[in-house]
T-cell receptor, first 111, second 112 residues
Framework: GEQVEQLPSILRVQERSSASINCTYE??????FPWYKQEPGENPKLIID?????ERKQIQGLIVLLDKKAKRFSLHITDTQPADSAMYFC??????????FGDGTVLTVKP | EAAVTQSPRNKVAVTGGKVTLSCNQT?????MYWYRQDTGHGLRLIHY???????EKGDIPDGYKASRPSQENFSLILELATPSQTSVYFC???????????FGKGTRLTVV
Protein backbone atom coordinates (compact mmCIF):
# COMPACT_ATOMS: atom_id res chain seq x y z
CA GLY A 1 0.00 0.00 0.00
CA GLU A 2 0.89 3.61 0.38
CA GLN A 3 0.80 6.21 3.15
CA VAL A 4 0.88 9.94 2.43
CA GLU A 5 1.56 12.57 5.06
CA GLN A 6 0.61 16.18 4.34
CA LEU A 7 1.66 19.31 6.22
CA PRO A 8 0.63 21.78 7.37
CA SER A 9 -3.01 21.03 8.07
CA ILE A 10 -3.80 24.75 8.34
CA LEU A 11 -2.06 27.55 6.43
CA ARG A 12 -2.83 31.24 6.54
CA VAL A 13 -1.00 33.67 4.26
CA GLN A 14 -1.29 37.27 3.22
CA GLU A 15 -2.60 38.07 -0.24
CA ARG A 16 0.15 38.18 -2.90
CA SER A 17 2.55 36.11 -0.80
CA SER A 18 3.46 32.48 -1.52
CA ALA A 19 1.97 29.37 0.05
CA SER A 20 3.72 26.00 0.29
CA ILE A 21 2.32 22.59 1.14
CA ASN A 22 4.51 19.54 1.64
CA CYS A 23 3.79 15.84 1.31
CA THR A 24 5.81 12.72 1.91
CA TYR A 25 5.11 9.18 0.78
CA GLU A 26 6.40 5.76 1.77
CA UNK A 27 6.19 3.51 -1.27
CA UNK A 28 9.10 3.97 -3.68
CA UNK A 29 6.89 2.47 -6.42
CA UNK A 30 4.66 5.57 -6.39
CA UNK A 31 5.08 7.37 -9.68
CA UNK A 32 2.16 9.78 -10.02
CA PHE A 33 1.47 12.71 -7.71
CA PRO A 34 -1.64 14.84 -8.29
CA TRP A 35 -2.87 17.82 -6.33
CA TYR A 36 -6.59 18.48 -5.85
CA LYS A 37 -8.36 21.65 -4.75
CA GLN A 38 -11.69 21.47 -2.95
CA GLU A 39 -13.88 24.54 -2.43
CA PRO A 40 -16.36 24.44 0.49
CA GLY A 41 -19.31 22.20 -0.35
CA GLU A 42 -17.79 21.16 -3.66
CA ASN A 43 -16.01 18.11 -5.06
CA PRO A 44 -12.22 17.90 -5.30
CA LYS A 45 -10.81 18.99 -8.66
CA LEU A 46 -7.37 18.34 -10.13
CA ILE A 47 -5.23 21.46 -10.37
CA ILE A 48 -1.80 20.07 -11.24
CA ASP A 49 0.04 16.76 -11.28
CA UNK A 50 3.58 15.48 -11.72
CA UNK A 51 4.95 12.12 -12.78
CA UNK A 52 8.10 10.49 -11.53
CA UNK A 53 10.08 11.29 -14.66
CA UNK A 54 9.94 14.99 -13.75
CA GLU A 55 11.35 17.05 -10.89
CA ARG A 56 9.46 20.27 -11.47
CA LYS A 57 6.25 21.35 -13.20
CA GLN A 58 4.62 24.74 -13.40
CA ILE A 59 1.16 25.79 -14.56
CA GLN A 60 0.77 29.54 -14.27
CA GLY A 61 1.13 30.36 -10.55
CA LEU A 62 1.27 26.70 -9.42
CA ILE A 63 4.60 24.92 -9.03
CA VAL A 64 5.07 21.31 -7.98
CA LEU A 65 8.42 19.84 -7.01
CA LEU A 66 9.25 16.16 -6.68
CA ASP A 67 12.25 14.74 -4.79
CA LYS A 68 12.16 10.98 -5.35
CA LYS A 69 15.18 10.27 -3.17
CA ALA A 70 13.55 11.96 -0.20
CA LYS A 71 10.07 10.67 -1.20
CA ARG A 72 8.80 14.18 -0.91
CA PHE A 73 6.72 16.43 -3.15
CA SER A 74 5.37 19.91 -2.68
CA LEU A 75 2.94 22.47 -4.05
CA HIS A 76 3.85 26.14 -4.19
CA ILE A 77 1.26 28.76 -4.97
CA THR A 78 2.84 32.05 -5.96
CA ASP A 79 1.14 35.44 -5.75
CA THR A 80 -1.81 34.07 -3.77
CA GLN A 81 -5.28 35.57 -4.08
CA PRO A 82 -8.36 35.20 -1.84
CA ALA A 83 -9.80 32.91 -4.54
CA ASP A 84 -7.01 30.43 -3.71
CA SER A 85 -8.58 29.88 -0.28
CA ALA A 86 -9.69 26.25 -0.21
CA MET A 87 -8.76 22.75 0.95
CA TYR A 88 -5.83 21.22 -0.92
CA PHE A 89 -5.03 17.51 -1.10
CA CYS A 90 -1.92 15.77 -2.31
CA UNK A 91 -2.07 12.16 -3.46
CA UNK A 92 0.16 9.35 -4.69
CA UNK A 93 -0.46 6.44 -7.07
CA UNK A 94 1.68 3.31 -7.39
CA UNK A 95 0.61 2.82 -11.01
CA UNK A 96 -2.45 0.87 -9.90
CA UNK A 97 -5.01 3.60 -10.49
CA UNK A 98 -5.56 3.69 -6.74
CA UNK A 99 -4.90 7.12 -5.26
CA UNK A 100 -3.87 7.52 -1.62
CA PHE A 101 -4.58 11.02 -0.33
CA GLY A 102 -3.01 13.14 2.35
CA ASP A 103 -5.27 14.54 5.07
CA GLY A 104 -5.53 17.94 3.42
CA THR A 105 -4.46 21.53 4.03
CA VAL A 106 -6.92 24.34 4.66
CA LEU A 107 -5.45 27.42 3.01
CA THR A 108 -6.76 30.86 3.88
CA VAL A 109 -5.50 33.86 1.92
CA LYS A 110 -6.09 37.09 3.84
CA PRO A 111 -6.77 40.27 1.85
CA GLU B 1 -16.06 17.70 -19.06
CA ALA B 2 -16.12 14.31 -17.40
CA ALA B 3 -19.39 13.63 -15.60
CA VAL B 4 -19.84 11.68 -12.39
CA THR B 5 -23.33 11.81 -10.87
CA GLN B 6 -24.16 10.67 -7.37
CA SER B 7 -27.56 10.00 -5.85
CA PRO B 8 -28.95 10.84 -3.44
CA ARG B 9 -27.08 14.03 -2.55
CA ASN B 10 -28.34 13.91 1.03
CA LYS B 11 -29.58 10.97 3.04
CA VAL B 12 -30.70 10.42 6.61
CA ALA B 13 -30.74 6.78 7.64
CA VAL B 14 -31.70 4.91 10.78
CA THR B 15 -29.15 2.84 12.69
CA GLY B 16 -29.38 -0.77 11.53
CA GLY B 17 -31.03 0.13 8.26
CA LYS B 18 -29.73 -0.58 4.75
CA VAL B 19 -28.37 2.28 2.68
CA THR B 20 -27.42 2.25 -0.99
CA LEU B 21 -25.47 5.09 -2.55
CA SER B 22 -25.46 5.19 -6.33
CA CYS B 23 -22.95 6.56 -8.81
CA ASN B 24 -23.13 6.92 -12.57
CA GLN B 25 -20.37 8.04 -14.92
CA THR B 26 -20.60 8.87 -18.60
CA UNK B 27 -16.84 9.02 -19.17
CA UNK B 28 -16.45 5.40 -20.26
CA UNK B 29 -13.80 5.05 -17.56
CA UNK B 30 -12.78 1.59 -16.43
CA UNK B 31 -11.91 2.61 -12.87
CA MET B 32 -14.40 3.78 -10.27
CA TYR B 33 -13.93 4.57 -6.60
CA TRP B 34 -15.80 5.26 -3.39
CA TYR B 35 -14.16 7.56 -0.84
CA ARG B 36 -15.39 8.98 2.42
CA GLN B 37 -14.34 12.36 3.72
CA ASP B 38 -14.23 13.20 7.41
CA THR B 39 -12.71 16.18 9.13
CA GLY B 40 -9.09 15.43 9.93
CA HIS B 41 -8.91 12.34 7.72
CA GLY B 42 -9.04 13.66 4.20
CA LEU B 43 -10.28 11.23 1.56
CA ARG B 44 -10.14 7.55 2.46
CA LEU B 45 -10.72 4.79 -0.09
CA ILE B 46 -13.51 2.33 0.74
CA HIS B 47 -13.91 0.21 -2.40
CA TYR B 48 -12.89 0.50 -6.01
CA UNK B 49 -13.43 -1.27 -9.30
CA UNK B 50 -11.43 -1.85 -12.46
CA UNK B 51 -14.46 -2.65 -14.58
CA UNK B 52 -17.91 -4.15 -14.72
CA UNK B 53 -18.27 -7.13 -12.41
CA UNK B 54 -15.15 -6.35 -10.39
CA UNK B 55 -14.83 -4.83 -6.94
CA GLU B 56 -11.76 -4.45 -4.75
CA LYS B 57 -11.36 -3.55 -1.10
CA GLY B 58 -9.81 -0.21 -0.40
CA ASP B 59 -8.21 0.97 2.82
CA ILE B 60 -11.35 1.07 5.00
CA PRO B 61 -13.82 -1.53 3.60
CA ASP B 62 -15.30 -2.82 6.87
CA GLY B 63 -19.06 -2.28 7.06
CA TYR B 64 -19.37 -1.56 3.33
CA LYS B 65 -20.04 -3.56 0.18
CA ALA B 66 -19.76 -2.43 -3.42
CA SER B 67 -21.38 -3.45 -6.67
CA ARG B 68 -20.33 -2.67 -10.26
CA PRO B 69 -23.08 -4.07 -12.48
CA SER B 70 -22.02 -2.10 -15.55
CA GLN B 71 -19.27 0.18 -16.84
CA GLU B 72 -21.35 3.21 -15.93
CA ASN B 73 -22.66 2.32 -12.47
CA PHE B 74 -20.98 1.70 -9.13
CA SER B 75 -22.92 1.40 -5.87
CA LEU B 76 -21.87 1.51 -2.25
CA ILE B 77 -23.99 -0.53 0.14
CA LEU B 78 -24.22 -0.23 3.89
CA GLU B 79 -26.10 -3.35 5.02
CA LEU B 80 -26.38 -2.28 8.66
CA ALA B 81 -25.76 1.45 8.94
CA THR B 82 -24.10 2.79 12.10
CA PRO B 83 -23.66 6.37 13.36
CA SER B 84 -19.89 6.04 12.73
CA GLN B 85 -20.70 5.88 9.03
CA THR B 86 -22.04 9.42 9.10
CA SER B 87 -19.85 11.16 6.56
CA VAL B 88 -19.60 12.68 3.10
CA TYR B 89 -19.14 10.04 0.42
CA PHE B 90 -17.51 10.77 -2.92
CA CYS B 91 -17.66 8.61 -5.99
CA UNK B 92 -14.96 9.05 -8.62
CA UNK B 93 -13.99 7.65 -11.99
CA UNK B 94 -10.70 7.45 -13.82
CA UNK B 95 -9.16 6.01 -16.94
CA UNK B 96 -5.76 4.40 -16.90
CA UNK B 97 -3.51 4.58 -13.85
CA UNK B 98 -1.65 7.85 -13.41
CA UNK B 99 -4.35 9.93 -15.07
CA UNK B 100 -6.89 12.36 -13.70
CA UNK B 101 -9.63 11.08 -11.44
CA UNK B 102 -12.96 12.90 -11.59
CA PHE B 103 -15.14 13.24 -8.51
CA GLY B 104 -18.89 13.48 -8.15
CA LYS B 105 -20.52 16.18 -6.04
CA GLY B 106 -20.72 13.95 -2.98
CA THR B 107 -23.45 12.42 -0.80
CA ARG B 108 -23.90 13.63 2.74
CA LEU B 109 -25.06 10.65 4.83
CA THR B 110 -26.31 11.03 8.38
CA VAL B 111 -27.04 7.89 10.38
CA VAL B 112 -29.19 8.56 13.44
Amino acid sequence: GEQVEQLPSILRVQERSSASINCTYENSASNYFPWYKQEPGENPKLIIDIRSNMERKQIQGLIVLLDKKAKRFSLHITDTQPADSAMYFCAADTNTGKLTFGDGTVLTVKP
Amino acid sequence: EAAVTQSPRNKVAVTGGKVTLSCNQTNNHNNMYWYRQDTGHGLRLIHYSYGAGSTEKGDIPDGYKASRPSQENFSLILELATPSQTSVYFCASGGQANTEVFFGKGTRLTVV
